[in-house]
């Protein structure tokens, strides 16, 4: 499984969203997964990079969260959770994530 965290620099959101990703990998069964980090630095390579915002993940290439808008940027990215939006998805919503990238022929 490859693992990607796509962030900017400045974001207030990166730290928790680290934290609740190495938990869930634990609680998911893989532990000690490497995650690479990406940091974004400019507007163009937001566009390149497809980033709807900070953070987000990537599990083999794709976005488990995907956003319906096409709009990249360096912009804070919002999640929804059962307590409403959030800078970070929850442990629970990333365990799941890991474990539907992990089924075969997804």
Do not use: W
Not at 12 to 32: F, K, S
Not at 56 to 76: H, K, Q
Request: aromatic share 6%; proline share 8%.
């Amino acid at each position: 499984m490859d693992i990607e965290l796509l962030y900017f620099a400045g974001c207030p959101n990166r730290h928790t969203i680290r934290e609740r990703l190495d938990r869930a990998l634990v609680l998911a069964g893989h532990a000690g997964q490497e995650v690479t980090l990406l940091p974004v630095e400019t507007e163009e390579q937001a566009r390149a990079q497809r980033f709807p915002g900070s953070p987000t993940i990537r599990v083999d290439g794709r976005d488990p969260f995907p956003v319906a808008s096409e709009s990249y940027g360096l912009t804070c990215r919002v999640y929804a959770t059962p307590e409403g939006l959030a800078g970070s998805p929850t442990v629970d919503a990333l365990v799941q994530a890991l474990a539907d990238a992990s089924k075969p022929g997804r």
